[in-house]
């Protein structure tokens, strides 16, 4: 295979022993010189390979060695210079977040997953949410909301009942995270485009953290995020483990 690959493999024995294989056998470009990336894990060990790697302008392709692997590809190593060529090609846009902390400091971070807000205490988070600078909830009583890429639509999101969204859809998910009220508040699919600011109400009594995928930070009073299009990653599929397939059948599962 002409195809310049550079595995990454997660800590487990199963992905160390497909490492060694495939090393073995199409040898290792280095990360600057590799036409693809190979992540060899779980989705949390691509999720990590995206944040490292991202901008080396390489696509992934992930292949199944972890326990969950809905965003990568069928464990068929020895078959990889075959499928890889015809792969099909998603380009993902992460996240952008800022976030005010109580003392006055500004963070940055991105998420291709998602950004969550969670209580940091016994009492609920008390949140105010605008969109595109109009006010949507005055005032939201959770442990939480989280807003969602589509492709970390079937990850915290799904487990909060979020909606699974295709990966290709300019749709971003707002999910409630054990809301008390709005009673019946589900969420909202907002546009991709779309400019959100979450507020907290009560932070001295009610404090409140934020998670950018891997980046923790405590004791925020407000929280924007939008969709940053100037960072992309694109992830490699193969023909017949199509991922819009298996959105589709993940959301036909009982």
């Not at 989705?43 to 992934?60: P, Q, R, S, V, W």
């Not at 485009?193 to 980046?215: H, N, Q, W, Y």
Request: aromatic residues 6%; hydrophobic residues 40%; charged residues 20%.
């Amino acid at each position: 295979m002409d195809t310049k690959l550079h595995f990454l493999a997660s800590e487990t024995e199963a992905a160390q022993d497909a490492l060694h294989g495939l090393t073995s056998h199409y040898g290792q470009a280095s990360i600057d010189e590799c036409d693809i990336i190979v992540p060899l894990g779980g989705d949390g060990f691509l999720l990590e390979c995206l944040h490292a790697y991202h901008n080396k302008g390489k696509a992934f392709y992930g292949v199944n060695k972890g326990s969950e692997g809905f965003l990568l590809n069928q464990s068929i190593s020895a078959r990889l210079s075959e499928r890889i060529p015809k792969s099909h090609a998603i380009t993902l846009h992460p996240l952008k977040m800022t976030a005010k902390t109580k003392d006055g400091k500004i963070q940055e971070a991105i998420a291709f997953n998602e950004v969550a807000m969670f209580r940091q205490t016994r009492q609920t988070a008390h949140i105010n949410i605008t969109v595109d600078n109009v006010e949507r909830l005055d005032k939201l009583v959770a442990d939480g909301v989280l807003v969602a890429t589509p492709a970390g639509s079937t990850a915290y999101n799904l487990s909060a009942h979020g909606p699974i969204i295709p990966l290709n859809s300019p749709l971003l998910a707002m999910t409630p995270i054990s809301p008390f009220r709005p009673r019946r508040w589900k969420g909202a699919l907002l546009p991709q485009e779309s400019v959100i600011a979450m507020t907290v109400l009560d932070p001295a009594k009610r404090p409140v953290g934020v998670s950018a995928d891997f980046t923790e930070i405590r004791d925020i009073v407000e929280v924007t995020i939008c969709n940053e299009t100037s960072i992309k990653a694109t992830l490699l599929f193969d023909p017949d483990h199509a991922l819009e397939e298996r959105v589709m059948r993940e959301q036909f599962m009982v």
